[in-house]
């Protein structure tokens, strides 16, 4: 057990069924007739960090290909993989790559892969614009998950090619669910003040949240304390913010 401290629980704990996949109500609904006809479009997942936009996009891959979701997914950073070059080279080769149609026949697979690109609004327009083409000309054998925070970023012959979905903050409601449930299953005791403030700093985030929670136990083990929780936050405590405010003026 004490191994398990070394690894993420937000890897641990992602979803692998739509189902499963935290709040998002409107985005899974949408997203259920692509499983059933194992057929999807173009995609565009817009909304605030930690809100589920790629553990959505492999949850739909793992539903539609099963045990074969590692050999048709490819999943690229485009902060990291920006420039126009990276682009041209990295994605196409991946895009144009042909899918395995013994496995495809055999197993009753579509005859296509999945490229998800995270944080796609850092593209420069260039990058886009390459991106746009490559989406055009491969499409019968790649499908792309755009995946962004602001998608006013993404240029507009991209955004007209996808099918878009929102994905909205986590409530706070959800956010000390999925708090409860891993606590309860690391066999970590957390009082309910402590649940509360994670789920207040973390604003919506529930990889955030998730990740706060591991750094306290990991430091902390069963000892958490809500004065802890401020300590370790990095947000000043009102009282002191207004005094400093006060001093200034």
């Known amino acids: 057990h004490k191994l398990m401290k070394y690894v993420s629980w937000v890897e641990k704990n992602r979803p692998s069924k739509l189902n499963e996949i ?61 420039g126009i070059d990276v682009v041209r080279e990295k994605i196409k080769n991946y895009a144009q790559e042909s899918i395995n ?37 491969y499409s019968k054998i790649t499908r792309f998950c755009i995946i962004c925070n602001y998608h006013h970023k993404i240029i507009d012959p991209i955004v007209s090619r996808c099918s878009m979905f929102r994905f909205k903050p986590i409530p706070k409601n959800e956010i ?30 529930l990889r955030k949240a998730i990740n706060f929670l591991q750094r306290c136990y990991n430091c902390f083990g069963d000892d958490i304390s809500s004065l802890i929780i401020d300590e370790i936050s990095g947000v000043v405590e009102e009282g002191k913010l207004k005094k400093f405010l006060n001093d200034c003026i």
């Not at 045990?67 to 950073?77: A, F, Q, V, W």
């Open 22 to 82: 935290c709040y998002q109500e409107e985005v899974k609904e949408g997203l259920r007739n692509f499983i059933i006809n194992k057929n999807i479009p173009h995609l565009l997942f817009f909304g605030p960090s930690g809100s589920g936009k790629t553990s959505t996009i492999i949850a739909l891959a793992k539903e539609i290909f099963g045990i074969h979701y590692g050999d048709r997914i490819k999943e690229l950073n485009a902060s990291d993989e920006r």
């Open 101 to 137: 149609s013994t496995q495809t026949k055999k197993q009753n697979l579509p005859p296509w892969k999945i490229i998800i690109l995270d944080e796609a609004d850092n593209m420069t327009s260039e990058s886009q614009y390459a991106l746009r083409r490559i989406m055009e000309e």
């Open 176 to 205: 000390k669910k999925q708090l409860r449930y891993i606590s309860k299953k690391e066999k970590l005791k957390c009082s309910v003040q402590v649940v509360n403030k994670i789920s207040e700093y973390s604003r919506g985030d």
